[in-house]
């Protein structure tokens, strides 16, 4: 089993950036594909982010593309959301996960059934 716990969310404003960071614990953390979801209010829990195993691939749903960028380091077992240019639509709660596969085709990052462990989610506000 893996544990995960976010941090690094906040307060920011329009334009700005925060980074997010997951800590993941599990002796196999390395072979893990590991992502990024969020929630806002009234909302469904939507993709935002994939990095597989290694870190050599990387998925981004397309309402953050360029502006997110999702990196991993196993030596520290700690996967991390860098997101610049922050608009209020970006407010959320923002939550690591998971998976027991290294990778998966391209279609399985954005899929929630994918993965297999979630983090309690950490806030991020973007205000305007």
């Known amino acids: 089993q893996v544990q995960l716990v976010e941090s690094g969310g906040g307060l920011v404003q329009a334009g700005g950036s925060l980074r997010v960071s997951c800590a993941a614990s599990?002796?196999?953390?390395?072979?893990?594909?590991m992502g990024w979801f969020r929630q806002a209010p009234g909302n469904e829990r939507e993709f935002v982010a994939a990095?597989?195993?290694?870190?050599?691939?990387?998925h981004y749903a397309d309402s953050v593309k360029g502006r997110f960028t999702i990196s991993r380091d196993n030596a520290k077992i700690t996967v991390y959301l860098q997101m610049d240019n922050l608009k209020p639509d970006d407010t959320a709660v923002y939550y690591c996960?998971?998976?027991?596969?290294?990778?998966?085709?391209?279609?399985?990052?954005?899929?929630?059934?994918?993965?297999?462990?979630w983090g309690q989610g950490t806030q991020v506000t973007v205000s305007s």
């Open positions: 996960t998971a998976a027991n596969k290294g990778s998966g085709g391209s279609m399985d990052y954005g899929r929630r059934y994918f993965y297999d462990y």
């Open positions: 599990g002796r196999t953390f390395s072979n893990n594909a």
């Open positions: 990095i597989n195993w290694s870190g050599g691939s990387t």
